[in-house]
């Protein structure tokens, strides 16, 4: 069945940086597109970035500029690498396929002083 185990949140300080990954399986992970989504507390989930099978990306507003999403398609593997992190950042951060299918635990990052 399909499944995403996220990784690499952690505590982080303001300013900071982390890279998430996220291995995908039960797909055909390299002819499908690849997204990012987060749900800070007390907030509804929403989209971060995605990533096309040829390698397009695109980003909300909030992150152009300090984050980057890549993708491994021989590891079934998508990655999120975020720089000069803010505590606006801090969320449980997923991936998915659209449309999205069956939701991984996902991964906290906390960004605090």
């Known amino acids: 069945q399909v499944q995403f185990v996220e990784s690499g949140g952690g505590l982080v300080q303001p300013g900071g940086s982390l890279r998430l990954s996220c291995e995908a399986s039960?797909?055909?992970?390299?002819?499908?597109?690849m997204h990012w989504y987060r749900q800070a507390p007390g907030k509804q989930r929403e989209w971060v970035a995605l990533v096309l099978p040829g390698g397009f990306t695109k980003y909300q507003d909030s992150v152009k500029g300090r984050f980057t999403i890549s993708r491994d398609n021989d590891k079934s593997t998508v990655y999120l690498q975020m720089n000069g992190l803010k505590p606006q950042d801090t969320a449980v951060y997923y991936c998915n396929t659209t449309p999205t299918r069956a939701w991984g635990k996902g991964t906290l990052v906390t960004v605090s002083p």
């Open positions: 039960g797909f055909s992970f390299n002819m499908e597109t």
